[in-house]
């Protein structure tokens, strides 16, 4: 009420008003004040008002076309964006001058002039803007290096996206340490901002600093508040007393008893939170039953509940290499909600009739209850698929792997792209250290459980649509074809052919091709980055990816709260009504989970290059196959698949091993072998900088 009355007063008088004269216009009582204030600055971020700071507040015309809202996006290499908050627009690229006091992160207000053309005929019009206010900070905290001056203390951000120093006063950490800074306000982009240190981490090499520093640098929890806790305890209490008593009603709600079925899950090998439970059984000659139970989390965190707003703010589950920052306590995310074997657990299921070559003919969700009979890992699962199954269960699984591949072949009949990657996974041992790299290859035991989760997430869509029922669906967007055709020319220029990329059939035969290509992996990493991002939205717009009109995420809540919000949506006995927020949602999730991805990387990535760093320090060098990617006369780029890292062996190091750099290959002066791209050879780390997160390798040889 407020803020309509607000903006029609605005509009009404046309010259800006302060704080007084507005509550007087509106006629507010006294204790009206603060809900003023709350609507202003709400406003104010939204970019529908301007606050000049001698004359008060004033409307934005909406016919000034010259001012839009959005976030700065910078990357590691300094290049920044403007991304218009509407998502229409093409990103507009800036000139640092043009960020004034913005961060990476920040919702700014934008001036955006006409194109003007460069000075080349063949230059595009590029529009000239300039951030005219911050909005909002997406950070004030940062992580750094201390480094001490002559005259001043700085601070250095361990994120490059960062592209400024902080000015702090003496303080009693050393220099190197890692420290926590916070950003004091910062107005002038003359001068450097202001700083004062909150925590010191310690020094960089010191046990456990090094992951301490990325929680802090992507803002994750470090514990959960008192009274979420508290609430999961009462959860987990109630339940034990159901099971003491034998109260526990399985048929509450209109719960379905399961527990009879052969039910089973599949996870990696060290998992604790089991999402889905499968189970199948032979209908008729032609037709399966397949049950994907997932676990019921809706039973336990209510909306509104601390359990739910805590979720709710995390946005999801993180996975930094030597810890998990859950999503859930651990009470529910590895006890209550956990599909762990032998116990009575709650689920939603998608129950589907389907045919033998994978048609899905009829499809039902309702709450059940479910009693796993076996937990297998990946491993086990594939080692049963190799030989003949000798009981009832490894029958079940080899009858599910069969019509999982037939609903694959389905799938990429109609036009799913194959884009899925060899994982690393980083082994630490008790002292926080690489003990071992393995490398998880995409195999049927894999693809047995994507087919069915992706089946359950497709149906589910379909439901929510056709209700027209408001919930999260997973988009992804077209790519721009700009960038497929300067991709195209990158590949022909590996001497591959590669037809209009417009096609998703020449898509689909390219990919074929770069899997069995020596380039394939690097080539394939480079179409990845032509694709956009996936975000949720509540409109339904399609998966280019998965080639999907509908697409959303039903089958992990325990790790991602768009799964918790369309489990409530589906079961939702209304049908329609009001979006409830589900834009902004929609938004705070993808960032969230943007933000985790990240971290999850950068926590991979630091254990690894101190791992190499001290492989650099041994009399005896340890050699990689490594892949050359790119060819440069600054040097080979290379890619160590065992490891999941990539890094360069330096110009100095060829030249010193007899080679020269001709029509961007290295050849040998004395015959030895030709250095190109996609060539494969071995290395061995020389040299680490953790700062730059960038590693130098020299030629095994030449050890």
């Known amino acids: 009420m407020i803020e309509r009355s607000l903006l029609k007063e605005l509009a009404r008088g046309g010259e800006p008003m302060d704080f007084r004269a507005l509550h007087r216009r509106l006629k507010l009582l006294p204790e009206n004040s603060q809900a003023l204030q709350k609507v202003l600055e709400h406003l104010e971020r939204e970019g529908k008002i301007k606050h000049f700071k001698k004359r008060g507040y004033a409307l934005i015309s909406p016919r000034a076309q010259d001012e839009v809202t959005g976030t700065i996006q910078v990357s590691r290499k300094g290049e920044a964006v403007f991304i218009n908050e509407k998502g229409s627009d093409t990103p507009v690229p800036l000139q640092p001058s043009a960020l004034r006091t913005a961060l990476h992160g920040d919702k700014v207000l934008l001036r955006v002039e006409p194109p003007h053309r460069g000075r080349g005929k063949s230059d595009k019009a590029m529009p000239r803007a300039e951030v005219v206010k911050i909005l909002q900070r997406a950070r004030i905290r940062f992580v750094g290096t201390l480094v001490k001056g002559r005259k001043e203390d700085y601070v250095e951000p361990d994120d490059s996206r960062i592209r400024c120093r902080f000015c702090v006063p003496p303080d009693l950490a050393g220099a190197g340490e890692k420290v926590v800074v916070e950003m004091l306000p910062w107005e002038n982009c003359d001068e450097l901002p202001g700083g004062r240190i909150v925590e010191v981490l310690g020094a960089p090499d010191a046990s456990g600093v090094d992951m301490l520093s990325i929680m802090h640098q992507y803002g994750l929890p470090t514990g959960f508040p008192e009274n979420v806790l508290k609430e999961a305890s009462a959860l987990d209490a109630e339940a034990h007393r159901e099971r003491k008593s034998g109260s526990a009603d399985i048929h509450g709600d209109g719960r379905e008893d399961c527990r009879s079925h052969t039910v089973f899950t599949i996870d990696p090998d060290d998992a604790k939170d089991f999402d889905d439970a499968l189970a199948i059984e032979r209908e008729s000659e032609n037709k399966w039953r397949l049950w994907v139970h997932i676990a019921d989390v809706s039973h336990f965190v209510r909306t509104g509940s601390a359990l739910d707003t805590e979720a709710r703010r995390r946005g999801n589950s993180t996975y930094m290499v030597d810890r998990v920052v859950p999503m859930l306590p651990e009470v529910l995310s590895n006890g209550l909600c956990s599909l762990k074997p032998d116990v009575d657990r709650l689920t939603r299921c998608a129950e589907f009739l389907i045919s033998d070559d994978g048609k899905v003919l009829k499809t039902r969700f309702y709450a059940a209850t479910i009693r796993s009979s076996r937990r297998f890992t990946y491993g086990e699962a594939m080692e049963i698929l190799r030989r003949k199954p000798v009981s009832l269960l490894e029958n079940r699984l080899h009858d599910l792997s069969r019509l999982a591949q037939n609903i694959r072949r389905k799938r990429m009949a109609n036009g799913s792209l194959d884009l899925d990657f060899p994982e690393t996974k980083i082994r630490l041992d008790d002292r926080g250290r690489v003990s071992g790299v393995d490398v998880t290859q995409n195999d049927a035991s894999h693809q047995l459980v994507e087919e069915c989760m992706l089946l359950a997430n497709e149906a589910v869509a379909r439901n929510l649509q056709n209700r027209l029922q408001p919930s999260l669906f997973r988009i992804h967007e077209d790519p721009d074809q700009e960038k497929l055709d300067d ?213 095994a040889t030449e050890v």
Request: charged share 30%.
């Open 487 to 699: 991709y195209r020319e990158e590949v022909r220029a590996c001497r591959i052919q590669c037809g209009h990329l417009a096609s998703r059939v020449e898509m689909q035969r390219l990919l074929a091709v770069l899997k069995t290509h020596p380039m394939g992996k690097a080539l394939r990493i480079r179409f990845l980055r032509t694709m956009k991002r996936a975000y949720y939205s509540p409109n339904p717009t399609g998966h280019f990816g998965l080639a999907k009109t509908y697409y959303t995420h039903f089958t992990s809540p325990i790790r991602r709260y768009a799964d918790l919000v369309v489990h409530r949506a589906l079961f939702e006995k209304k049908k329609g009504g009001a979006s409830g927020g589900m834009e902004e949602l929609g938004k705070h999730l993808s960032s969230t989970e943007r933000n985790s991805a990240e971290a999850e990387q950068d926590s991979k990535r630091a254990k690894l290059l101190t791992y190499l760093e001290e492989l650099g320090k041994q009399p005896k060098k340890t050699a990689f196959d490594a892949m050359i990617v790119e060819c440069r006369p600054m040097g080979c780029f290379v890619d160590v698949e065992a490891m999941g890292i990539s890094g360069l062996v330096p110009a100095s190091i060829l030249r010193s091993a007899g080679y020269h750099c001709v029509s961007g290959r290295w050849m040998a002066r004395r015959g030895g072998p030709v250095l190109e791209t996609g060539s494969r050879t071995r290395v061995s780390p020389i040299r680490v900088d953790r700062e730059k997160k960038q590693v130098d390798f020299t030629l």
